[in-house]
């Protein structure tokens, strides 16, 4: 196993046990992969304590200096890309290829935001009296807090660690329970680059409620972010209203796949199958309702079903794997009871539908379905898993129309060679990030996040750096 392999909590600096631990699984072979340290209430409050005393240091720091930590930082996790991604492969189960893609996606935010961290502008404002002046900056926030997910352990932390201390803040950061060693490895490296004591804390728990409740609550923590289903993110709003903090939040999609008639139908199947199976299909911004125009739909499902033959389903640490496990039990009986549900409805199951039981327990068979309608449990709720569920439609309104038919509007995606029509449907489709003939929408440089109820702020991107920080206006007189 790699030297990064660490089981104890991280705070200001210091490699942590407590008397409760738990375990962490391998979602294709059932082994306990380590047991892990966790985080109870006093190790919690302390992170917080730490983080708030880290807090004043890191903040008078040059943003160059900060930059150059950051930077460090990256050069380490680079250095160690074959290590993580292994490390990754053994907790969450994804491709040993896409977890390494997981690791150089991460590193991007680093060097992202080491130049954010030396361009956060203020303005000065326009003279409004007579020997006064004004004018407002930008200041990191405090200390901040962050939840993340499990399908991708290592960039969602990366998302928000860096611009949080390039915003000058520090943070407390609880990895999902069924992942934390990718976290764990990430402190270990910041620990190695330089990052001070107590600027990045680590808090692994299998009690994410006790966690949470104390980071959301606590006053001196003054924002939270987090990442994971809408569910949980209204609950931690709700937690967080108490004190008033600041939160951004990437929640759940549901995000529609549109094939329009004049699309190029063989480029439409590859971006589909490039957002659909990555992850086996456990991503956010999936395309969870695909929608086919009807005139082109027998064409596009003859294309679909030869790719869908061509995935190999197994473990990650065979090369020639496609994708690997679903993340635990409760994931393939999900799967599993919203193909069911759809069958029974009337939906048509052409491929799949069934996991592979040779290959163990949580491994999923690609699966096609056609005849769904938005009135099935599967065309409203997030599959999560590598089901292709299709919608057909008649015209473009009407493909609008089922598109923004639901609650939430995280990521979308249309296939159409017709200018005119990106434009329109660009404006009309509610979500807060298109693809438009690809399937890969997800970049440092881009701004991450959803409308509805799929979240509040961005991550990444120019934006991305301002949700860690509030503003200040000043105003000096007597200078007539």
């Given at each position: 196993?790699?030297?990064?392999?660490?089981?104890?909590?991280?705070?200001?600096?210091?490699?942590?046990?407590t008397?409760?631990?738990?375990?962490?699984?391998?979602?294709?072979?059932?082994?306990?992969?380590a047991?892990?340290?966790?985080?109870?209430?006093?190790?919690?409050?302390?992170?917080?304590?730490?983080?708030?005393?880290?807090?004043?240091?890191?903040?008078?720091?040059l943003?160059?200096?900060?930059?150059?930590?950051?930077r460090?930082?990256?050069?380490?996790?680079?250095?160690?890309?074959?290590?993580?991604?292994?490390l990754?492969?053994?907790?969450?189960?994804?491709p040993?290829?896409?977890?390494?893609?997981?690791?150089?996606?991460g590193?991007?935010?680093?060097?992202?935001f080491?130049?954010?961290?030396?361009?956060?502008?203020?303005?000065?404002?326009?003279?409004?009296?007579?020997?006064?002046?004004?004018?407002?900056?930008?200041?990191?926030?405090?200390?901040?807090?962050?939840?993340?997910?499990?399908?991708?352990?290592?960039?969602?932390?990366?998302?928000k660690?860096?611009?949080?201390?390039?915003?000058g803040?520090t943070i407390?950061?609880?990895?999902?329970?069924?992942?934390?060693?990718?976290?764990?490895?990430?402190?270990?490296?910041?620990?190695?680059?330089?990052?001070?004591?107590?600027?990045?804390?680590?808090?692994?728990?299998?009690?994410?409620?006790?966690?949470?409740?104390?980071?959301?609550?606590?006053?001196?923590?003054?924002?939270?972010?987090?990442?994971?289903s809408?569910k949980?993110?209204?609950?931690?709003?709700?937690?967080?209203?108490?004190?008033?903090?600041?939160?951004?939040?990437?929640?759940?999609?549901?995000?529609?796949?549109?094939?329009?008639?004049?699309?190029?139908?063989?480029?439409?199947?590859?971006?589909?199958?490039?957002?659909?199976?990555?992850?086996?299909?456990?991503?956010?911004?999936?395309?969870?309702?695909?929608?086919?125009d009807a005139?082109?739909?027998?064409?596009?499902?003859?294309?679909?079903?030869?790719?869908?033959?061509?995935?190999?389903?197994?473990?990650?640490l065979?090369?020639?794997?496609?994708?690997?496990?679903?993340?635990?039990?409760?994931?393939i009986?999900?799967?599993?009871?919203?193909?069911?549900?759809?069958?029974?409805?009337?939906?048509?199951?052409?491929?799949?539908?069934?996991?592979?039981?040779?290959?163990?327990?949580?491994?999923?068979?690609?699966?096609?379905?056609t005849?769904?309608?938005?009135?099935?449990?599967?065309?409203?709720?997030?599959?999560?898993?590598?089901?292709?569920?299709?919608?057909?439609?008649?015209?473009?309104?009407?493909?609008?129309?089922i598109?923004?038919?639901?609650?939430?509007?995280?990521?979308?995606?249309?296939?159409?060679?017709?200018?005119?029509?990106?434009?329109?449907?660009?404006?009309?489709?509610?979500?807060?990030?298109l693809?438009?003939n690809?399937?890969?929408?997800?970049?440092?440089?881009?701004?991450?996040?959803?409308?509805?109820?799929?979240?509040?702020?961005?991550?990444?991107?120019?934006?991305?750096?301002?949700?860690?920080?509030?503003?200040?206006?000043?105003?000096?007189?007597?200078?007539?």
């Open positions: 196993m790699t030297s990064l392999l660490r089981t104890q909590a991280f705070v200001n600096g210091q490699w942590i046990s008397d409760q631990h738990f375990n962490v699984y391998n979602p294709a072979t059932s082994a306990v992969v047991t892990v340290t966790q985080a109870d209430s006093a190790l919690t409050l302390a992170a917080i304590a730490a983080a708030e005393q880290a807090l004043g240091p890191w903040q008078q720091l943003p160059k200096q900060r930059a150059e930590l950051l460090q930082w990256q050069h380490l996790i680079l250095a160690h890309q074959h290590e993580l991604a292994a990754m492969t053994a907790e969450q189960g994804k040993l290829a896409e977890a390494l893609g997981e690791i150089e996606y590193a991007s935010y680093f060097d992202w080491t130049g954010e961290a030396e361009r956060s502008y203020g303005t000065l404002l326009a003279q409004g009296q007579e020997g006064q002046k004004s004018w407002y900056q930008a200041q990191g926030i405090g200390v901040c807090a962050a939840i993340t997910p499990w399908n991708f352990p290592h960039a969602m932390i990366a998302r660690v860096a611009p949080a201390l390039a915003a803040c407390v950061i609880k990895p999902a329970e069924a992942t934390p060693l990718s976290a764990l490895a990430l402190a270990q490296l910041a620990q190695d680059a330089g990052i001070p004591a107590g600027v990045v804390n680590i808090l692994p728990t299998a009690d994410p409620a006790l966690v949470g409740d104390i980071l959301t609550t606590h006053p001196s923590v003054k924002k939270l972010t987090f990442t994971g809408t949980v993110g209204k609950q931690l709003m709700a937690q967080c209203a108490s004190t008033l903090k600041k939160v951004s939040m990437e929640l759940g999609g549901n995000a529609p796949f549109i094939v329009f008639d004049d699309a190029d139908l063989e480029l439409a199947v590859q971006a589909l199958m490039q957002c659909k199976f990555r992850n086996a299909g456990q991503t956010c911004v999936s395309a969870n309702r695909v929608f086919v005139s082109v739909q027998p064409q596009f499902i003859a294309l679909l079903k030869t790719e869908l033959s061509k995935l190999n389903v197994g473990s990650g065979d090369p020639s794997v496609d994708y690997g496990p679903l993340i635990n039990q409760a994931a009986d999900k799967v599993s009871t919203l193909v069911r549900d759809a069958v029974q409805q009337g939906a048509t199951l052409l491929m799949g539908g069934h996991s592979l039981a040779e290959q163990g327990p949580l491994f999923y068979a690609p699966t096609l379905l005849g769904v309608m938005a009135s099935m449990r599967i065309a409203q709720e997030e599959i999560f898993g590598p089901v292709i569920a299709v919608q057909s439609f008649q015209d473009e309104a009407e493909a609008i129309q598109a923004n038919a639901v609650p939430v509007g995280l990521a979308g995606y249309f296939c159409t060679e017709n200018y005119r029509r990106i434009e329109r449907v660009s404006q009309q489709l509610e979500c807060g990030m693809g438009i690809t399937g890969a929408i997800s970049h440092a440089y881009n701004a991450f996040g959803g409308v509805k109820e799929s979240g509040i702020g961005r991550e990444g991107s120019p934006l991305g750096l301002a949700e860690y920080q509030e503003i200040k206006n000043i105003t000096i007189g007597d200078l007539a």
